[in-house]
């Protein structure tokens, strides 16, 4: 019998029985079945006789039928029997042909498998004839309300650097233009080991990186989760203290000899000047919280978010709660930098990538969307607050390119655009990372896809006959389906329709029904999903190359013959997962006046992992080559001679004995 993969689904009322492939016509088997059934009533009758029929109280004919038959009667059974016989046979044969039913199954080998578990659809889904769409019109029409023309692409690269050269002049702008005070990237030359600390939400990880000054480095991590209770906790030290900790706990972990040999030096009174530059862990710390930067290692928190709630930090510098909490723990650590994790990400690609020209943007495109890049320092016009190194002439600016045209001066807005915007928790802000970012691509496809479906006209998952459904079922979704509920379908379910391209689209269709329950989906449904799915992504795409393009053009290095490339450093599950997605950008880029085919060509976008641990622990590096460390040295060997005479005090006034019990206490 062939193999079939049946799945039940819930219907409030009842229960359904769907089956993934062509099902055999039901009156064909229940004839196969009744003729089988007579081959062994008349052979029961022939054999056994009425005795036979008493001992089957199963059977249930007239008693008058079967006693009345005669010898004669007998002959022509047996002939009518044999024909069942033969017929059922052939029929089942036909039905089933990869089994021999007239004979017995073999016996497997130990080699062999005793049984087949069929896939949930096959590798290759049954052949049907080509199919018209019948949902075309319909989808078409959604499809070009997210069409992006070549014209349009270039109206908003215009607008883009309008946007960004407004940005430098004053406050208050769509986009914001942060200054970071990062004066300068790394050129992969750089060695040492440093630490980073990213809070970015339930999770706090510490890290240690080391630069082995050739493109390359080792890290090294501890991760833990943040008790609930700190994230709403009364006071900011009781989440700081925390995170200081973590740190200490790290250290003993993964820097033992270095961090006993610190123990040592603090209270060894043989070396009253303490510590040397080389004895301290400089910190970077990526704080994915809004703040007010006002200098490398100095930041005002704005306000709390992602569950976080704790009112006393607002306003306050949090480098510097980190560092009290450190200092408490007598660690030899200086928060040297706050990281932004855009910024992290431009920093890990100048360091990783072996282009001789330098990175030029870190982006990420995944759940969120937000660029850095370097600016020269001659054309941000606005105040740039607290100190920081002028030498190099140029800094890294945060874009905050997810606010760009928050006044719709020309971005594209769908009725489905406007749906979503209303509402999310932000009406009329972050308006470019909502056609952009992961996070909202996949509602502005449900949406979209919602509309269909309420319209009592479209078929779209209500193909009720089987006999028009390549599959030969029906096909309905549930009430609890995600197409159904705000925020219901993830976008990852856009990275499935854009990959599969076979035939029947058997692995779209397939996570249509696991993800979303719409049952037995037809080819028709598919087409349509993707083909909408996909002309959303391609938008966000195009618009990714918006704002790749401008800041390329804004370098300069276009028409430099010098710069070999311009490299480009981009994070995120849109770049690393979405098929093609990079692919569409360029693209684009193509389409941009004064890039083209060839300055498309000169164009390098390569990944760059872990911008919050390698870009942050680089960032400190850049931050420790311009600070004065003998102010911090001093703070250490001021505090390391009052622990000295402090212990020596202890001595003083208790014997030896005590006084190891008071420090054990302590």
């Known amino acids: 019998m062939e193999a079939q993969q049946v799945q039940v689904y819930g219907h409030g009322h009842g229960h359904e029985i769907k089956t993934k492939k062509r099902p055999w016509p039901r009156f064909l088997v229940s004839c196969v079945a009744l003729m089988l059934f007579l081959v062994q009533l008349s052979q029961l009758v022939?054999?056994?006789?009425?005795?036979?029929?008493?001992?089957?109280?199963?059977?249930?004919?007239?008693?008058?039928l079967l006693t009345s038959l005669s010898s004669a009667n007998a002959s022509i059974l047996v002939s009518f029997s044999s024909l069942l016989q033969l017929f059922s046979l052939r029929t089942l044969h036909l039905l089933f042909p990869q089994f021999s039913l007239s004979s017995p199954p073999p016996i497997p080998s130990a080699s062999e498998a005793v049984c087949y578990i069929p896939p949930l659809f096959t590798t290759t889904p049954p052949t049907s004839p080509a199919i018209?769409?019948?949902?075309?019109?319909?989808?078409?029409?959604?499809?070009?309300?997210?069409?992006?023309?070549?014209?349009?692409?270039?109206?908003?690269?215009?607008?883009?650097?309008?946007?960004?050269?407004?940005?430098?002049?004053?406050?208050?702008?769509?986009?914001?233009?942060?200054?970071?005070?990062?004066?300068?990237?790394p050129n992969g030359t750089e060695k040492g080991l440093y630490l980073a600390v990213d809070l970015?939400?339930?999770?706090?990880?510490?890290?240690?990186?080391?630069?082995n000054?050739?493109?390359?480095?080792?890290?090294?991590?501890?991760?833990?989760?943040?008790?609930?209770?700190?994230?709403?906790?009364?006071?900011?030290?009781q989440l700081f203290s925390f995170l200081a900790k973590q740190i200490e706990i790290f250290?003993?972990?993964?820097?033992?000899?270095?961090?006993?040999?610190?123990l040592r030096r603090r209270n060894t009174a043989s070396t009253p000047s303490g510590y040397r530059d080389e004895h301290i862990f400089r910190l970077g710390f990526t704080f994915s919280f809004p703040v007010k930067q006002l200098a490398i290692n100095k930041g005002l928190l704005i306000r709390w978010t992602k569950g976080f709630d704790i009112p006393d930090a607002i306003g306050k510098d949090v480098c510097a709660l980190l560092q009290t909490e450190i200092d408490k723990l007598h660690l030899p650590v200086k928060v040297a930098a706050l990281v932004n994790d855009t910024v992290g990400t431009l920093m890990a690609r100048s360091y990783t990538s072996t282009s001789k020209s330098r990175s030029v943007l870190g982006a990420i495109f995944g759940t969120?969307?937000?660029?850095?890049?370097?600016?020269?320092l001659s054309n941000i016009k606005k105040p740039i607050s607290g100190e920081y190194d002028q030498s190099t002439g140029e800094m890294v600016v945060n874009t905050e390119w997810g606010s760009f045209d928050n006044q719709l001066n020309v971005l594209p807005s769908t009725p489905w655009d406007k749906a979503l915007d209303a509402e999310s928790v932000n009406p009329g802000l972050q308006m470019f990372e909502k056609r952009v970012s992961g996070m909202f691509l996949g509602e502005i496809v449900r949406l979209a896809m919602a509309d269909m479906i309420n319209n009592e006209s479209s078929s779209l998952f209500k193909d009720l006959n089987s006999?028009?459904?390549?599959?030969?079922?029906?096909?309905?979704?549930?009430?609890?389906?995600?197409?159904?509920?705000?925020?219901?379908?993830?976008?990852?379910?856009m990275s499935v329709a854009a990959a599969d391209n076979t035939p029947e689209l058997s692995t779209l269709r397939q996570e249509l029904e696991n993800l979303l329950s719409v049952y037995t989906p037809s080819l028709e449904d598919a087409q349509a999903f993707k083909s909408v799915s996909n002309a959303v992504g391609r938008r966000a795409a195009r618009l990714s190359a918006v704002a790749i393009g401008a800041i390329a053009l804004n370098s300069g290095k276009l028409n430099?013959?010098?710069?070999?490339?311009?490299d480009i450093g981009v994070d995120g599950s849109l770049v690393e997962h979405y098929p093609f997605f990079r692919d569409m950008i360029y693209e684009a880029l193509r389409a941009i006046d004064g890039i083209g085919p060839q300055g498309a060509e000169k164009i390098r976008i390569g990944i760059a992992k872990d911008g919050s641990g390698v870009g942050a622990a680089l960032i400190a590096l850049v931050a420790a080559g311009r600070e004065k460390p003998e102010d911090y040295l001093t703070d250490l060997r001021s505090e390391s001679n009052r622990a000295r005479k402090s212990s020596d005090a202890i001595r003083t006034f208790y014997p030896p004995s005590q006084a190891i019990q008071t420090s054990a206490s302590a």
């Open 46 to 64: 022939l054999s056994n006789g009425d005795a036979k029929l008493q001992q089957q109280p199963e059977l249930k004919f007239p008693r008058n």
């Open 132 to 185: 018209t769409m019948a949902l075309a019109d319909e989808s078409n029409r959604i499809v070009q309300e997210f069409d992006f023309s070549d014209e349009e692409l270039n109206t908003h690269v215009k607008e883009f650097l309008r946007q960004m050269d407004e940005g430098l002049h004053k406050e208050g702008t769509s986009l914001q233009q942060i200054p970071t005070y990062v004066t300068g990237v």
């Open 200 to 211: 970015g939400g339930t999770n706090f990880r510490v890290c240690s990186i080391m630069l």
């Open 213 to 237: 000054g050739d493109t390359t480095f080792n890290l090294t991590y501890n991760k833990v989760a943040i008790p609930k209770e700190l994230m709403v906790a009364k006071t900011s030290s």
């Open 251 to 262: 250290l003993k972990e993964h820097h033992a000899d270095r961090f006993n040999s610190h």
């Open 368 to 376: 969120g969307t937000n660029g850095a890049y370097m600016e020269k």
């Open 467 to 493: 006999s028009t459904n390549d599959w030969g079922t029906t096909t309905n979704i549930a009430p609890s389906s995600g197409f159904l509920k705000p925020w219901g379908l993830d976008s990852s379910i």
């Open 560 to 566: 430099d013959l010098d710069e070999e490339v311009i």
